[in-house]
């Protein structure tokens, strides 16, 4: 049983919000936008169709192998799917924020490509969770410490499909 933590239409009215803001913050200027996979992707896609800027879409695999044989917090990206940067005002979208491990690493990466900006965007944060410091400049929603499921956020690869934010119930 899933219970809705952020509906549908929550969710489409602040993809709205956040379209609006990263318009006026980008001002006409064209943007690369760097999609983490796989959590991303509804929130990407929803989100793009929305700006009306010059836009270029890129991909980038993020793994973490916490919890397995290798070293724990051990973070694998895969940077061949990646355009070049340099120059370029890059936005980086991810689904959640959660200890941060993922979009620090990120950072220290990207940065080394020399983009013209960088800044990043989730549709949400977990409160009380971030363990290395990153500011995202855009925040869909702040949510409690819960595992979250649904609008690109799998269980076991399930449930990516949900058009809303839930928690699975035991
Ligand atoms: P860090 O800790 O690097 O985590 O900020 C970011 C990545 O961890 C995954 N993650 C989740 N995935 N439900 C999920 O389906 C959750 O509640 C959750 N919390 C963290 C996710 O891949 C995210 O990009």
């Given at each position: 049983m899933v219970e809705v933590l952020i509906s549908a239409e929550q969710?489409?009215?602040?993809?709205?919000?956040?379209?609006?803001?990263?318009?006026?913050?980008?001002?006409?200027?064209?943007v690369t936008i760097?999609?983490?996979?796989?959590?991303?992707?509804?929130?990407?896609?929803?989100?793009?169709?929305?700006?009306?800027?010059?836009?270029?879409?890129?991909?980038?695999?993020?793994?973490?192998?916490?919890?397995?044989?290798?070293?724990?917090?051990?973070?694998?990206?895969?940077?061949?799917?990646?355009?070049?940067?340099?120059?370029?005002?890059?936005?980086?979208?991810?689904?959640?924020?959660?200890?941060?491990?993922?979009?620090?690493?990120?950072?220290v990466e990207l940065e080394a490509m020399k983009p013209a900006s960088l800044k990043f965007g989730v549709l949400l944060r977990k409160i009380g969770r971030q363990e290395l410091h990153l500011e995202p400049d855009y925040i869909g929603f702040e949510i409690p410490d819960k595992f979250v499921i649904g609008y690109g956020l799998d269980y076991n690869d399930e449930y990516r499909n949900l058009p809303y934010i839930g928690v699975l119930q035991p």
């Open positions: 969710i489409q009215k602040r993809v709205d919000e956040l379209a609006r803001k990263i318009m006026a913050d980008y001002d006409h200027q064209p760097v999609g983490v996979l796989t959590g991303s992707l509804l929130f990407l896609a929803d989100l793009m169709r929305r700006l009306e800027l010059p836009l270029r879409i890129a991909l980038i695999q993020a793994s973490s192998y916490r919890g397995t044989s290798t070293t724990a917090g051990e973070l694998h990206v895969q940077m061949d799917l990646l355009p070049d940067l340099s120059g370029r005002h890059v936005l980086v979208l991810d689904d959640i924020l959660d200890t941060g491990q993922t979009l620090a690493h990120l950072k």
